[in-house]
Protein backbone atom coordinates (compact mmCIF):
# COMPACT_ATOMS: atom_id res chain seq x y z
CA UNK A 1 0.00 0.00 0.00
CA UNK A 2 2.55 2.58 0.55
CA UNK A 3 3.50 2.32 -3.25
CA UNK A 4 0.22 3.67 -3.92
CA UNK A 5 1.08 6.69 -1.45
CA UNK A 6 2.58 8.45 -4.99
CA UNK A 7 -0.65 8.89 -6.02
CA UNK A 8 -1.47 11.42 -3.11
CA UNK A 9 -0.52 14.75 -5.22
CA UNK A 10 -3.43 13.71 -7.73
CA UNK A 11 -5.93 13.27 -5.23
CA UNK A 12 -4.90 16.70 -3.83
CA UNK A 13 -4.87 17.96 -7.53
CA UNK A 14 -8.56 16.73 -8.05
CA UNK A 15 -9.76 17.37 -4.12
CA UNK A 16 -12.45 19.44 -5.17
CA UNK A 17 -14.21 16.53 -7.21
CA UNK A 18 -13.08 14.07 -5.08
CA UNK A 19 -15.15 15.77 -2.20
CA UNK A 20 -17.74 16.32 -4.37
CA UNK A 21 -18.04 12.82 -5.40
CA UNK A 22 -17.21 11.12 -2.05
CA UNK A 23 -20.47 13.42 -1.00
CA UNK A 24 -22.49 12.08 -3.52
CA UNK A 25 -21.81 8.66 -2.81
CA UNK A 26 -23.30 9.04 0.82
CA UNK A 27 -26.28 10.95 -0.83
CA UNK A 28 -27.14 8.18 -2.58
CA UNK A 29 -27.08 5.94 0.46
CA UNK A 30 -28.68 8.03 2.67
CA UNK A 31 -31.78 8.00 0.24
CA UNK A 32 -31.18 4.07 -0.08
CA UNK A 33 -31.01 3.46 3.42
CA UNK A 34 -34.83 5.18 3.95
CA UNK A 35 -36.32 2.80 2.55
CA UNK A 36 -36.43 -0.03 5.32
CA UNK A 37 -37.83 2.20 8.09
CA UNK A 38 -40.56 3.18 5.58
CA UNK A 39 -41.43 -0.01 4.42
CA UNK A 40 -41.60 -1.01 8.52
CA UNK A 41 -43.84 2.02 8.55
CA UNK A 42 -45.82 0.44 6.31
CA UNK A 43 -45.82 -3.36 7.64
CA UNK A 44 -46.60 -1.95 11.02
CA UNK A 45 -49.42 -0.06 10.23
CA UNK A 46 -50.81 -3.17 7.95
CA UNK A 47 -50.76 -5.35 11.16
CA UNK A 48 -51.95 -3.04 13.31
CA UNK A 49 -55.07 -2.52 11.52
CA UNK A 50 -54.75 -6.37 11.52
CA UNK A 51 -54.65 -6.91 15.00
CA UNK A 52 -51.48 -8.42 15.02
CA UNK A 53 -49.02 -5.75 15.84
CA UNK A 54 -47.71 -6.85 19.64
CA UNK A 55 -48.42 -4.42 22.57
CA UNK A 56 -45.22 -4.30 23.61
CA UNK A 57 -43.58 -3.58 20.25
CA UNK A 58 -41.02 -0.81 21.05
CA UNK A 59 -41.46 2.12 19.09
CA UNK A 60 -39.41 2.81 16.04
CA UNK A 61 -36.65 5.87 15.85
CA UNK A 62 -36.87 6.89 12.33
CA UNK A 63 -34.70 9.53 10.39
CA UNK A 64 -35.85 13.10 10.58
CA UNK A 65 -36.90 12.85 7.43
CA UNK A 66 -39.05 9.71 7.97
CA UNK A 67 -40.29 11.16 10.93
CA UNK A 68 -41.84 14.08 9.06
CA UNK A 69 -43.14 11.65 6.66
CA UNK A 70 -44.82 8.96 9.59
CA UNK A 71 -46.48 12.46 10.98
CA UNK A 72 -48.21 13.09 8.04
CA UNK A 73 -49.62 10.29 7.42
CA UNK A 74 -50.90 9.82 10.75
CA UNK A 75 -53.61 11.90 10.12
CA UNK A 76 -54.86 9.58 7.07
CA UNK A 77 -57.58 6.87 8.55
CA UNK A 78 -57.13 5.54 4.85
CA UNK A 79 -55.17 2.12 5.08
CA UNK A 80 -54.76 2.15 1.28
CA UNK A 81 -53.98 5.53 1.29
CA UNK A 82 -50.73 5.23 3.58
CA UNK A 83 -50.01 2.19 1.70
CA UNK A 84 -50.02 3.93 -1.79
CA UNK A 85 -48.26 7.42 -0.49
CA UNK A 86 -45.77 4.97 1.35
CA UNK A 87 -45.26 3.05 -2.02
CA UNK A 88 -44.66 6.49 -3.82
CA UNK A 89 -42.03 7.69 -1.19
CA UNK A 90 -40.20 4.77 -1.55
CA UNK A 91 -39.91 5.13 -5.53
CA UNK A 92 -39.17 8.81 -4.71
CA UNK A 93 -36.36 7.84 -2.25
CA UNK A 94 -35.05 5.19 -5.17
CA UNK A 95 -35.00 8.23 -7.86
CA UNK A 96 -32.91 10.54 -5.35
CA UNK A 97 -30.84 7.25 -4.93
CA UNK A 98 -30.52 6.99 -8.59
CA UNK A 99 -29.90 10.48 -9.38
CA UNK A 100 -27.29 11.10 -6.90
CA UNK A 101 -25.41 7.89 -7.90
CA UNK A 102 -25.16 9.09 -11.42
CA UNK A 103 -23.65 12.22 -10.46
CA UNK A 104 -21.20 9.95 -7.92
CA UNK A 105 -20.14 7.99 -11.13
CA UNK A 106 -19.90 10.65 -12.94
CA UNK A 107 -17.92 12.96 -10.60
CA UNK A 108 -15.20 9.52 -9.29
CA UNK A 109 -14.62 7.91 -12.62
CA UNK A 110 -14.28 11.55 -14.77
CA UNK A 111 -11.73 11.83 -11.87
CA UNK A 112 -9.75 8.47 -12.65
CA UNK A 113 -9.71 9.16 -16.17
CA UNK A 114 -7.96 12.50 -15.37
CA UNK A 115 -5.41 11.05 -12.85
CA UNK A 116 -4.44 8.25 -15.82
CA UNK A 117 -3.95 11.05 -18.04
CA UNK A 118 -1.91 13.02 -15.93
CA UNK A 119 -0.10 9.63 -14.78
CA UNK A 120 0.83 8.41 -18.60
CA UNK A 121 1.80 12.20 -19.58
CA UNK A 122 3.97 11.92 -16.12
CA UNK A 123 5.02 8.98 -17.29
CA UNK A 124 6.33 9.38 -21.27
CA UNK A 125 7.83 12.83 -19.68
CA UNK A 126 9.81 10.57 -17.24
CA UNK A 127 10.87 8.28 -19.88
CA UNK A 128 12.22 11.05 -22.24
CA UNK A 129 15.02 12.30 -19.50
CA UNK A 130 16.21 8.95 -18.57
CA UNK A 131 19.76 8.35 -20.39
CA UNK A 132 21.07 5.87 -22.81
CA UNK A 133 22.20 3.12 -20.36
CA UNK A 134 18.40 2.98 -19.32
CA UNK A 135 16.97 1.81 -22.74
CA UNK A 136 20.12 -0.69 -23.19
CA UNK A 137 19.42 -2.53 -20.19
CA UNK A 138 15.70 -2.36 -20.30
CA UNK A 139 13.15 -3.59 -22.96
CA UNK A 140 10.75 -1.54 -25.15
CA UNK A 141 8.04 -4.41 -24.20
CA UNK A 142 8.28 -3.78 -20.80
CA UNK A 143 8.49 0.34 -20.99
CA UNK A 144 5.14 0.03 -23.23
CA UNK A 145 3.15 -2.63 -20.47
CA UNK A 146 4.13 -0.14 -17.96
CA UNK A 147 3.35 3.12 -19.33
CA UNK A 148 -0.54 1.28 -20.26
CA UNK A 149 -1.29 -1.83 -18.35
CA UNK A 150 -0.01 -0.70 -15.15
CA UNK A 151 -1.15 2.85 -15.45
CA UNK A 152 -4.50 1.10 -16.29
CA UNK A 153 -4.55 -0.63 -13.16
CA UNK A 154 -3.46 2.08 -11.21
CA UNK A 155 -6.96 4.16 -12.43
CA UNK A 156 -9.40 0.77 -11.27
CA UNK A 157 -7.80 1.83 -7.87
CA UNK A 158 -8.53 6.10 -8.45
CA UNK A 159 -11.69 5.53 -9.72
CA UNK A 160 -13.78 2.28 -9.49
CA UNK A 161 -12.02 1.25 -6.18
CA UNK A 162 -12.03 4.15 -4.04
CA UNK A 163 -15.82 4.73 -5.54
CA UNK A 164 -16.67 1.18 -4.19
CA UNK A 165 -14.97 1.98 -0.71
CA UNK A 166 -16.69 4.79 -0.46
CA UNK A 167 -20.19 2.97 -1.18
CA UNK A 168 -18.73 0.63 1.12
CA UNK A 169 -18.04 3.11 4.16
CA UNK A 170 -21.01 4.97 3.97
CA UNK A 171 -23.59 2.11 3.42
CA UNK A 172 -22.21 -0.01 6.66
CA UNK A 173 -22.39 3.43 8.91
CA UNK A 174 -25.81 4.40 7.30
CA UNK A 175 -27.18 0.70 7.98
CA UNK A 176 -25.58 -0.25 11.51
CA UNK A 177 -26.42 3.40 12.53
CA UNK A 178 -29.85 2.16 11.67
CA UNK A 179 -30.31 -1.01 12.70
CA UNK A 180 -28.39 -0.14 16.09
CA UNK A 181 -31.04 2.47 16.56
CA UNK A 182 -33.86 -0.24 15.58
CA UNK A 183 -32.77 -3.00 17.58
CA UNK A 184 -29.21 -2.95 19.40
CA UNK A 185 -29.20 -6.97 20.07
CA UNK A 186 -30.03 -8.32 17.05
CA UNK A 187 -27.70 -5.84 15.14
CA UNK A 188 -25.06 -7.69 17.00
CA UNK A 189 -26.07 -11.42 15.88
CA UNK A 190 -26.54 -9.93 12.39
CA UNK A 191 -22.97 -8.24 12.13
CA UNK A 192 -21.16 -11.87 14.07
CA UNK A 193 -19.99 -13.02 10.32
CA UNK A 194 -18.33 -9.54 9.94
CA UNK A 195 -14.64 -9.96 11.86
CA UNK A 196 -14.61 -13.65 10.27
CA UNK A 197 -14.79 -11.63 6.90
CA UNK A 198 -12.16 -9.21 7.90
CA UNK A 199 -9.68 -11.94 8.52
CA UNK A 200 -10.59 -13.67 5.62
CA UNK A 201 -9.64 -10.52 3.72
CA UNK A 202 -6.74 -10.21 5.25
CA UNK A 203 -5.51 -13.36 4.67
CA UNK A 204 -6.39 -13.16 0.66
CA UNK A 205 -4.81 -9.84 -0.24
CA UNK A 206 -1.26 -11.20 0.39
CA UNK A 207 -1.68 -14.11 -2.39
CA UNK A 208 -3.35 -11.12 -4.64
CA UNK A 209 -0.14 -9.09 -4.30
CA UNK A 210 1.74 -11.68 -4.93
CA UNK A 211 0.54 -12.92 -7.87
CA UNK A 212 -0.67 -9.46 -9.22
CA UNK A 213 2.94 -8.72 -9.65
CA UNK A 214 3.71 -12.09 -11.46
CA UNK A 215 1.00 -11.69 -13.54
CA UNK A 216 2.15 -8.11 -14.76
CA UNK A 217 6.38 -9.28 -14.84
CA UNK A 218 4.84 -12.32 -16.78
CA UNK A 219 2.91 -9.78 -18.77
CA UNK A 220 5.88 -7.71 -19.80
CA UNK A 221 7.56 -10.14 -20.27
CA UNK A 222 4.91 -11.43 -23.08
CA UNK A 223 4.66 -7.80 -24.28
CA UNK A 224 8.46 -7.66 -25.15
CA UNK A 225 8.19 -10.77 -27.15
CA UNK A 226 5.63 -9.79 -29.33
CA UNK A 227 7.04 -5.95 -29.81
CA UNK A 228 10.82 -7.77 -31.00
CA UNK A 229 9.20 -10.48 -33.23
CA UNK A 230 6.67 -7.63 -34.84
CA UNK A 231 10.07 -5.46 -35.48
CA UNK A 232 11.73 -8.10 -36.43
CA UNK A 233 9.41 -10.06 -38.45
CA UNK A 234 11.73 -9.66 -42.00
CA UNK A 235 14.39 -11.17 -40.09
CA UNK A 236 12.19 -13.92 -38.60
CA UNK A 237 11.06 -14.70 -42.04
CA UNK A 238 14.19 -14.56 -44.22
CA UNK A 239 15.51 -17.34 -41.73
CA UNK A 240 12.32 -19.25 -41.70
CA UNK A 241 12.28 -19.24 -37.61
CA UNK A 242 8.15 -18.58 -37.33
CA UNK A 243 7.83 -21.97 -35.79
CA UNK A 244 10.79 -21.12 -33.34
CA UNK A 245 9.08 -17.89 -32.29
CA UNK A 246 5.64 -19.47 -31.88
CA UNK A 247 7.25 -22.29 -29.58
CA UNK A 248 9.30 -19.03 -27.43
CA UNK A 249 6.03 -16.88 -27.09
CA UNK A 250 3.82 -20.05 -26.36
CA UNK A 251 6.02 -20.46 -23.55
CA UNK A 252 5.21 -17.04 -22.25
CA UNK A 253 2.14 -16.95 -22.91
CA UNK A 254 1.98 -20.33 -20.83
CA UNK A 255 3.57 -18.43 -17.93
CA UNK A 256 1.18 -15.86 -17.98
CA UNK A 257 -1.51 -18.02 -18.35
CA UNK A 258 -1.00 -19.94 -15.35
CA UNK A 259 -0.27 -17.18 -12.87
CA UNK A 260 -4.04 -15.46 -14.38
CA UNK A 261 -5.30 -18.77 -13.53
CA UNK A 262 -3.77 -18.92 -10.37
CA UNK A 263 -5.57 -15.66 -9.30
CA UNK A 264 -8.67 -16.63 -11.01
CA UNK A 265 -8.75 -19.49 -8.63
CA UNK A 266 -8.04 -17.23 -5.43
CA UNK A 267 -11.13 -14.95 -6.53
CA UNK A 268 -13.11 -17.67 -7.63
CA UNK A 269 -12.87 -19.51 -4.06
CA UNK A 270 -13.12 -15.29 -2.41
CA UNK A 271 -15.82 -13.78 -3.86
CA UNK A 272 -18.31 -17.07 -2.76
CA UNK A 273 -17.11 -17.53 0.75
CA UNK A 274 -17.63 -13.71 1.20
CA UNK A 275 -21.75 -14.23 -0.28
CA UNK A 276 -21.99 -17.28 2.06
CA UNK A 277 -20.39 -15.08 4.98
CA UNK A 278 -23.39 -12.44 3.62
CA UNK A 279 -26.15 -15.11 3.72
CA UNK A 280 -25.86 -15.78 7.47
CA UNK A 281 -26.06 -12.72 8.50
CA UNK A 282 -29.79 -12.81 6.73
CA UNK A 283 -30.26 -16.03 8.15
CA UNK A 284 -29.58 -14.82 11.89
CA UNK A 285 -31.64 -12.22 10.80
CA UNK A 286 -34.70 -13.96 10.00
CA UNK A 287 -34.19 -16.79 12.90
CA UNK A 288 -33.52 -14.95 15.52
CA UNK A 289 -35.45 -12.14 14.93
CA UNK A 290 -38.57 -14.45 14.29
CA UNK A 291 -37.80 -16.55 17.34
CA UNK A 292 -37.74 -12.78 19.60
CA UNK A 293 -41.17 -12.21 17.56
CA UNK A 294 -42.85 -15.47 18.38
CA UNK A 295 -42.24 -15.41 21.94
CA UNK A 296 -42.77 -11.71 22.10
CA UNK A 297 -39.48 -10.52 23.70
CA UNK A 298 -36.92 -7.51 22.87
CA UNK A 299 -39.94 -5.66 21.26
CA UNK A 300 -39.34 -7.00 18.54
CA UNK A 301 -42.40 -6.52 15.30
CA UNK A 302 -42.23 -7.87 11.67
CA UNK A 303 -41.24 -4.83 10.66
CA UNK A 304 -38.43 -4.75 12.05
CA UNK A 305 -37.74 -8.04 11.10
CA UNK A 306 -38.34 -7.23 7.08
CA UNK A 307 -36.50 -3.97 7.72
CA UNK A 308 -33.26 -5.77 8.93
CA UNK A 309 -33.44 -7.91 6.02
CA UNK A 310 -33.49 -5.06 3.56
CA UNK A 311 -30.62 -3.56 5.70
CA UNK A 312 -28.12 -7.09 4.65
CA UNK A 313 -29.56 -6.91 1.23
CA UNK A 314 -28.40 -3.39 1.35
CA UNK A 315 -25.06 -4.43 2.19
CA UNK A 316 -25.02 -7.86 0.23
CA UNK A 317 -22.92 -5.93 -2.84
CA UNK A 318 -20.84 -3.49 -1.01
CA UNK A 319 -19.51 -6.30 1.74
CA UNK A 320 -19.35 -8.54 -1.50
CA UNK A 321 -17.50 -5.95 -3.25
CA UNK A 322 -14.93 -5.91 -0.85
CA UNK A 323 -13.15 -8.96 -2.65
CA UNK A 324 -13.17 -7.27 -5.66
CA UNK A 325 -12.07 -3.60 -4.12
CA UNK A 326 -8.90 -5.30 -1.95
CA UNK A 327 -7.95 -7.24 -5.27
CA UNK A 328 -8.14 -3.55 -7.21
CA UNK A 329 -5.90 -2.23 -4.50
CA UNK A 330 -3.45 -5.04 -4.49
CA UNK A 331 -3.20 -5.08 -8.30
CA UNK A 332 -3.15 -1.46 -7.94
CA UNK A 333 -0.17 -1.63 -5.64
CA UNK A 334 1.71 -3.85 -8.01
CA UNK A 335 1.57 -1.88 -10.61
CA UNK A 336 2.33 1.51 -9.00
CA UNK A 337 4.79 -0.32 -7.59
CA UNK A 338 6.56 -1.37 -11.10
CA UNK A 339 5.97 2.70 -12.10
CA UNK A 340 7.88 4.20 -8.83
CA UNK A 341 10.65 1.80 -10.54
CA UNK A 342 11.15 3.91 -13.00
CA UNK A 343 9.53 7.10 -11.82
CA UNK A 344 12.28 7.26 -9.06
CA UNK A 345 14.97 6.32 -11.23
CA UNK A 346 17.15 9.36 -11.68
CA UNK A 347 18.60 9.99 -15.08
CA UNK A 348 22.48 9.81 -15.18
CA UNK A 349 22.66 12.68 -17.09
CA UNK A 350 21.22 15.96 -16.69
CA UNK A 351 21.47 19.23 -16.94
CA UNK A 352 22.94 21.13 -13.77
CA UNK A 353 21.22 23.05 -11.23
CA UNK A 354 22.41 26.43 -12.41
CA UNK A 355 23.09 25.59 -15.92
CA UNK A 356 24.17 27.89 -18.91
CA UNK A 357 22.89 28.45 -22.32
CA UNK A 358 25.69 30.47 -24.41
CA UNK A 359 25.28 31.03 -28.39
CA UNK A 360 27.73 28.00 -29.17
CA UNK A 361 30.24 29.19 -32.27
CA UNK A 362 31.48 25.54 -32.95
CA UNK A 363 34.87 25.09 -31.11
CA UNK A 364 35.06 21.14 -29.81
CA UNK A 365 37.85 20.10 -27.94
CA UNK A 366 38.26 16.10 -25.58
CA UNK A 367 41.04 16.62 -23.11
CA UNK A 368 42.31 12.87 -22.19
CA UNK A 369 38.84 11.33 -22.22
CA UNK A 370 38.36 8.21 -20.97
CA UNK A 371 34.94 6.30 -21.48
CA UNK A 372 33.40 2.56 -20.77
CA UNK A 373 30.39 2.07 -21.71
CA UNK A 374 28.45 0.85 -18.13
CA UNK A 375 26.45 -1.46 -19.65
CA UNK A 376 29.20 -3.75 -21.58
CA UNK A 377 32.42 -2.93 -19.54
CA UNK A 378 33.74 -1.92 -22.94
CA UNK A 379 36.85 0.56 -23.06
CA UNK A 380 36.03 3.15 -26.02
CA UNK A 381 38.22 5.76 -25.89
CA UNK A 382 41.23 5.74 -24.05
CA UNK A 383 43.04 8.88 -22.95
CA UNK A 384 41.60 11.17 -26.17
CA UNK A 385 42.32 14.27 -26.45
CA UNK A 386 41.62 16.36 -30.04
CA UNK A 387 40.78 19.85 -30.60
CA UNK A 388 38.54 21.23 -33.81
CA UNK A 389 38.12 24.77 -34.21
CA UNK A 390 35.37 26.62 -35.37
CA UNK A 391 34.41 25.94 -39.37
CA UNK A 392 36.95 23.25 -39.15
CA UNK A 393 35.60 19.76 -40.96
CA UNK A 394 36.98 16.82 -39.43
CA UNK A 395 36.71 12.68 -40.73
CA UNK A 396 37.04 9.80 -37.88
CA UNK A 397 38.01 7.14 -39.45
CA UNK A 398 38.69 3.83 -38.08
CA UNK A 399 37.16 0.03 -37.89
CA UNK A 400 34.18 -1.31 -36.70
CA UNK A 401 34.71 -1.06 -32.24
CA UNK A 402 37.52 1.61 -32.41
CA UNK A 403 35.31 4.17 -30.54
CA UNK A 404 34.29 6.59 -33.29
CA UNK A 405 30.53 6.78 -32.49
CA UNK A 406 31.55 7.03 -28.94
CA UNK A 407 32.20 10.71 -29.77
CA UNK A 408 29.42 11.85 -30.87
CA UNK A 409 27.83 10.52 -28.25
CA UNK A 410 30.25 12.38 -25.56
CA UNK A 411 29.32 15.22 -27.66
CA UNK A 412 25.65 15.27 -27.72
CA UNK A 413 25.98 14.13 -23.88
CA UNK A 414 23.72 10.52 -24.32
CA UNK A 415 26.88 9.84 -21.70
CA UNK A 416 29.11 11.59 -19.67
CA UNK A 417 32.93 11.23 -19.54
CA UNK A 418 34.29 8.84 -16.81
CA UNK A 419 37.53 11.20 -17.01
CA UNK A 420 38.93 14.12 -19.11
CA UNK A 421 36.39 17.19 -20.24
CA UNK A 422 34.62 17.57 -23.41
CA UNK A 423 34.07 20.94 -24.05
CA UNK A 424 32.21 23.74 -26.17
CA UNK A 425 33.78 26.57 -26.96
CA UNK A 426 36.04 26.34 -23.64
CA UNK A 427 33.23 25.39 -21.63
CA UNK A 428 32.60 21.82 -19.81
CA UNK A 429 29.62 20.74 -21.93
CA UNK A 430 28.42 19.46 -18.39
CA UNK A 431 28.03 23.00 -17.38
CA UNK A 432 25.69 23.54 -20.19
CA UNK A 433 21.69 23.16 -20.79
CA UNK A 434 21.31 19.64 -21.57
CA UNK A 435 18.28 20.56 -24.23
CA UNK A 436 20.26 24.13 -25.36
CA UNK A 437 23.37 21.91 -25.93
CA UNK A 438 21.58 19.56 -28.39
CA UNK A 439 19.62 22.25 -29.97
CA UNK A 440 22.89 23.96 -31.62
CA UNK A 441 24.13 20.33 -32.84
CA UNK A 442 22.79 18.63 -35.74
CA UNK A 443 23.26 14.69 -35.51
CA UNK A 444 22.79 11.88 -38.15
CA UNK A 445 23.03 9.18 -36.66
CA UNK A 446 24.78 5.23 -37.85
CA UNK A 447 21.31 3.92 -36.97
CA UNK A 448 18.79 5.64 -38.75
CA UNK A 449 15.50 6.18 -37.35
CA UNK A 450 12.42 7.75 -39.43
CA UNK A 451 8.94 7.61 -37.48
CA UNK A 452 5.58 6.62 -38.75
CA UNK A 453 4.63 10.03 -40.36
CA UNK A 454 5.24 11.89 -43.61
CA UNK A 455 8.37 12.17 -45.42
CA UNK A 456 7.89 16.41 -44.79
CA UNK A 457 7.39 15.80 -41.34
CA UNK A 458 10.24 13.42 -40.73
CA UNK A 459 12.46 15.96 -42.51
CA UNK A 460 10.80 18.67 -40.36
CA UNK A 461 11.34 16.93 -37.08
CA UNK A 462 14.63 18.99 -36.16
CA UNK A 463 13.47 21.91 -36.54
CA UNK A 464 9.29 22.55 -36.19
CA UNK A 465 8.97 26.14 -38.02
CA UNK A 466 10.92 24.70 -40.73
CA UNK A 467 8.27 25.75 -43.76
CA UNK A 468 7.70 23.74 -46.95
CA UNK A 469 10.42 25.72 -49.06
CA UNK A 470 12.83 24.85 -45.90
CA UNK A 471 12.23 20.90 -46.43
CA UNK A 472 12.85 21.22 -49.85
CA UNK A 473 16.08 22.13 -49.90
CA UNK A 474 17.33 20.43 -47.59
CA UNK A 475 16.18 17.11 -49.86
CA UNK A 476 17.38 18.99 -52.40
CA UNK A 477 21.29 18.78 -50.29
CA UNK A 478 20.56 15.20 -49.54
CA UNK A 479 20.04 14.36 -52.83
CA UNK A 480 16.31 12.65 -52.50
CA UNK A 481 14.81 14.86 -53.48
CA UNK A 482 13.58 13.49 -56.92
CA UNK A 483 13.01 10.22 -55.48
CA UNK A 484 10.57 11.73 -52.99
CA UNK A 485 8.93 13.58 -56.20
CA UNK A 486 8.51 10.10 -57.40
CA UNK A 487 6.90 9.44 -54.31
CA UNK A 488 2.62 8.75 -54.86
CA UNK A 489 1.73 11.68 -52.61
CA UNK A 490 5.82 13.62 -52.98
CA UNK A 491 6.30 14.88 -49.23
CA UNK A 492 2.82 14.09 -47.74
CA UNK A 493 4.00 10.20 -48.13
CA UNK A 494 3.42 8.59 -45.29
CA UNK A 495 6.80 6.56 -44.22
CA UNK A 496 6.08 3.28 -42.76
CA UNK A 497 6.91 1.86 -39.23
CA UNK A 498 11.12 2.63 -38.91
CA UNK A 499 10.52 3.81 -42.41
CA UNK A 500 10.52 0.22 -43.74
CA UNK A 501 8.76 1.42 -47.04
CA UNK A 502 12.34 3.00 -47.82
CA UNK A 503 15.46 1.70 -48.82
CA UNK A 504 18.16 1.67 -46.95
CA UNK A 505 19.72 4.82 -49.13
CA UNK A 506 16.87 6.71 -49.11
CA UNK A 507 16.79 6.40 -45.27
CA UNK A 508 19.89 7.91 -44.79
CA UNK A 509 19.30 10.27 -47.45
CA UNK A 510 16.07 11.88 -45.15
CA UNK A 511 18.27 11.34 -41.91
CA UNK A 512 20.83 13.73 -43.55
CA UNK A 513 18.27 16.38 -44.61
CA UNK A 514 16.56 15.95 -41.29
CA UNK A 515 19.79 17.61 -40.14
CA UNK A 516 20.01 19.69 -42.60
CA UNK A 517 16.60 21.67 -41.83
CA UNK A 518 18.55 23.40 -38.72
CA UNK A 519 21.00 26.14 -38.54
CA UNK A 520 23.65 24.52 -36.54
CA UNK A 521 27.00 25.35 -34.67
CA UNK A 522 27.92 21.80 -34.56
CA UNK A 523 26.98 19.01 -37.42
CA UNK A 524 28.01 14.86 -36.64
CA UNK A 525 27.46 12.65 -39.64
CA UNK A 526 27.90 9.49 -38.38
CA UNK A 527 28.38 6.92 -41.11
CA UNK A 528 25.49 7.71 -42.80
CA UNK A 529 26.52 7.38 -46.48
CA UNK A 530 27.21 3.69 -46.07
CA UNK A 531 23.67 2.63 -47.93
CA UNK A 532 24.45 5.16 -50.86
CA UNK A 533 26.23 4.13 -53.96
CA UNK A 534 29.16 6.34 -55.24
CA UNK A 535 27.43 8.80 -57.62
CA UNK A 536 25.40 9.56 -54.91
CA UNK A 537 27.82 9.78 -52.38
CA UNK A 538 30.10 12.07 -54.33
CA UNK A 539 27.12 14.44 -55.50
CA UNK A 540 26.00 14.72 -51.32
CA UNK A 541 29.62 15.52 -50.42
CA UNK A 542 29.92 18.29 -53.07
CA UNK A 543 26.31 19.74 -51.87
CA UNK A 544 27.59 19.53 -47.56
CA UNK A 545 31.36 20.88 -48.77
CA UNK A 546 29.00 24.41 -49.87
CA UNK A 547 26.09 24.09 -46.94
CA UNK A 548 28.79 23.50 -44.16
CA UNK A 549 31.25 26.61 -45.76
CA UNK A 550 31.78 28.51 -41.88
CA UNK A 551 30.13 25.44 -39.80
CA UNK A 552 31.97 22.67 -37.83
CA UNK A 553 31.76 19.39 -39.40
CA UNK A 554 32.93 16.08 -37.65
CA UNK A 555 32.12 13.32 -40.50
CA UNK A 556 32.73 9.75 -39.08
CA UNK A 557 33.11 7.14 -41.97
CA UNK A 558 34.86 3.80 -42.26
CA UNK A 559 35.14 5.02 -46.05
CA UNK A 560 37.68 7.74 -47.17
CA UNK A 561 35.71 10.72 -48.94
CA UNK A 562 38.84 12.02 -51.16
CA UNK A 563 36.66 14.66 -52.81
CA UNK A 564 36.06 16.18 -50.05
CA UNK A 565 38.36 18.49 -48.22
CA UNK A 566 38.65 18.18 -44.28
CA UNK A 567 41.26 20.15 -42.48
CA UNK A 568 42.03 17.27 -40.14
CA UNK A 569 41.78 13.40 -40.26
CA UNK A 570 41.70 11.48 -37.36
CA UNK A 571 42.33 7.54 -37.70
CA UNK A 572 41.22 5.92 -34.11
CA UNK A 573 42.14 2.51 -33.43
CA UNK A 574 40.94 0.86 -29.75
CA UNK A 575 39.76 3.90 -28.21
CA UNK A 576 43.30 5.83 -29.49
CA UNK A 577 44.25 8.44 -31.97
CA UNK A 578 47.22 6.33 -34.16
CA UNK A 579 47.08 8.87 -37.17
CA UNK A 580 46.04 12.63 -37.73
CA UNK A 581 46.72 14.83 -40.55
CA UNK A 582 45.43 15.95 -43.82
CA UNK A 583 44.56 13.35 -47.04
CA UNK A 584 48.04 13.67 -48.71
CA UNK A 585 49.62 13.79 -45.31
CA UNK A 586 48.65 10.47 -44.30
CA UNK A 587 48.96 8.95 -47.68
CA UNK A 588 52.84 9.60 -47.37
CA UNK A 589 52.59 7.47 -44.04
CA UNK A 590 51.54 4.59 -45.80
CA UNK A 591 49.80 3.12 -42.67
CA UNK A 592 46.04 1.90 -41.85
CA UNK A 593 45.05 5.36 -43.54
CA UNK A 594 46.83 4.74 -46.75
CA UNK A 595 45.73 0.74 -46.94
CA UNK A 596 42.06 1.67 -46.43
CA UNK A 597 42.44 4.26 -48.98
CA UNK A 598 44.12 1.48 -51.18
CA UNK A 599 41.44 -0.80 -50.37
CA UNK A 600 38.91 1.55 -51.56
CA UNK A 601 40.41 2.41 -54.44
CA UNK A 602 40.65 -0.85 -55.87
CA UNK A 603 37.02 -1.87 -54.65
CA UNK A 604 35.66 1.29 -56.65
CA UNK A 605 37.95 0.97 -59.79
CA UNK A 606 36.30 -3.41 -60.26
CA UNK A 607 32.90 -1.51 -59.64
CA UNK A 608 33.19 0.93 -62.69
CA UNK A 609 34.35 -2.03 -64.82
CA UNK A 610 31.97 -4.38 -63.84
CA UNK A 611 29.19 -1.33 -64.92
CA UNK A 612 30.85 -0.87 -68.37
Same mark, same amino acid.
Given at each position: ?230 ? =???? #??? +? $????? /? *?? @? ?51 ? =???? #??? +? $????? /? *?? @? ?295
Amino acid at each position: MKHLSALNKYFWKYRVRLGVGILFVFLSNYFNVLSPQVTRFVIDQVQQSMGGLQENARQPEYDVLVQKFVNRMEGISSLGKVVAFSGITILLLALMRGFFLFLMRQTLIVVSRHIEYDQKNEVFDHYQKLDSTFYKVHSTGDLMNRIAEDVSRVRMFTGPAIMYLANLVAVISLSVFFMQRSNPELTLYVLAPLPILAITIYLVNNTINRKSEQIQESLSALTTNAQESYS =GIRV #IKS +F $VQEKA /M *LD @FFARNSETYRKNAVGLAKVEAVYFPSITLLIGLSTLFTIMIGGLYYIYGGHNI =GMGT #ILE +F $VMYIN /M *LT @FPVSAIGLTASMIQRAAASQKRINEFLQTEPAVQSPANAVKPSLQGNVSFEKVNFIYPHTGIHALKDFTLEVKKGEKVAIVGRTGSGKSTISQLLLRMYDAGSGVVKMDGLDIRTLDLQHLRRQISYVPQDVFLFSETVENNIRFGQEGAGRDKVEKAAALARVDGEIAGFSAQYETMIGERGVTLSGGQKQRISIARALTKDPALLIFDDCLSAVDARTEREITANLSNFLEGKTAIIITHRIFSLFNFDKIIVLEDGRIVEEGTHHSLLQQNGYYAGLYARQQLKEHGQNEADL
